[in-house]
């Protein structure tokens, strides 16, 4: 293998097996790039990994298994003998009422969308860290941006994950480790037919709200504006940048949606900003000892 396929960057995907971790993985492999795919069942894989099997290996990996996301990263850097990027990229949709959810649809959520991917971020960064170069990518939602009826479970599974990579971007920075986090809005994939599950039970007092929502991305199916492709090569493209941004915002509608929640951000903080300025002390001293 030649000094220039050596410095061909590695990245790690979990979730590659549809949507825009499948995307991603052939947007990757397509640059020339190097790649660990990773899905439950990697017989999904198989067509990836025919496009360059020196370049493409695919590996089970469930990341809701404690034990098995350690063994399965410490073999990625084993296998190229490098690790550049990793994308946290595996979970799903979870819509309803809160109060329509199981204890069990809600954990298995957070189990998924958060410590799958946070799983995957602490069993890497020892890696990263001693290579002093690495970049996290972690995949949240236009519901963070401002969250849906409906989706109180699933956007606050994202919200958790973006506090996290805000947190870790700021930790690895001086060790020259790089974090952005990805915010989709509405991209044609599967994830509304094959990866939005619904709650367990039904409320009539819900239907005007969350089951509005509900029936609203159902119509929405394979209508989305957003092109996965377009979007993977956003993605490759920031972290191929000399300075990425902390958030990538993807999309006409979660731009739009962004511009709104600023607007509405700062307003809200203008109307409460005298009542908010008047609990601190009074006094600089007071002020002072109280920091």
Not at 57 to 68: E, F, G, I, K, S
Request: hydrophobic share 45%; charged share 20%; with cysteine.
């Amino acid at each position: 293998m030649n000094s220039l396929i050596n410095d061909t960057p590695v990245w790690f995907i979990t979730g590659c097996s549809t949507g825009l971790g499948r995307a991603l993985a052939e947007r990757v492999l397509a640059r020339g790039h190097r790649l660990i795919a990773t899905a439950r069942q990697p017989e999904t894989l198989t067509e990836l990994v025919a496009v360059d099997p020196s370049r493409c290996r695919a590996l089970a990996l469930d990341v809701t298994d404690a034990a098995q996301v350690a063994p399965v990263v410490a073999q990625v850097a084993a296998v190229f003998g490098r690790l550049d990027v990793v994308v946290n990229n595996a979970g799903y949709g979870l819509v309803g009422a809160l109060e329509e959810y199981d204890e069990v649809q809600i954990a298995r959520n957070f189990e998924t969308n958060l410590f799958g991917a946070l799983r995957v971020i602490r069993a890497a960064l020892p890696i990263l860290r001693a290579q002093r170069r690495g970049h996290f990518v972690n995949i949240s939602a236009a519901a963070v941006i401002a969250n849906y009826a409906g989706f109180s479970i699933y956007g606050a599974t994202k919200w958790a994950l973006e506090g996290l990579s805000e947190s870790l971007a700021a930790e690895v920075r001086p060790l020259g480790l790089k974090v952005t986090i990805v915010q989709p809005g509405p991209f044609r994939t599967d994830f509304i037919s094959r990866s939005l599950e619904r709650a367990s039970t039904a409320i009539p007092d819900y239907e005007p709200s969350s089951g509005k929502f509900r029936r609203f991305l159902e119509t929405m199916n394979g209508r989305q504006p957003g092109d996965p492709v377009k979007a993977a090569d956003a993605i490759i493209d920031a972290v191929a940048s000399e300075n990425p941004p902390l958030r990538l915002v993807l999309g006409k509608y979660a731009i739009d949606k962004t511009r709104r929640k600023l607007g509405s951000a700062a307003r809200e903080l203008d109307a409460g900003s005298a009542a908010g300025r008047a609990t601190d002390f009074t006094g600089d001293g007071q002020a002072e000892a109280a920091r």
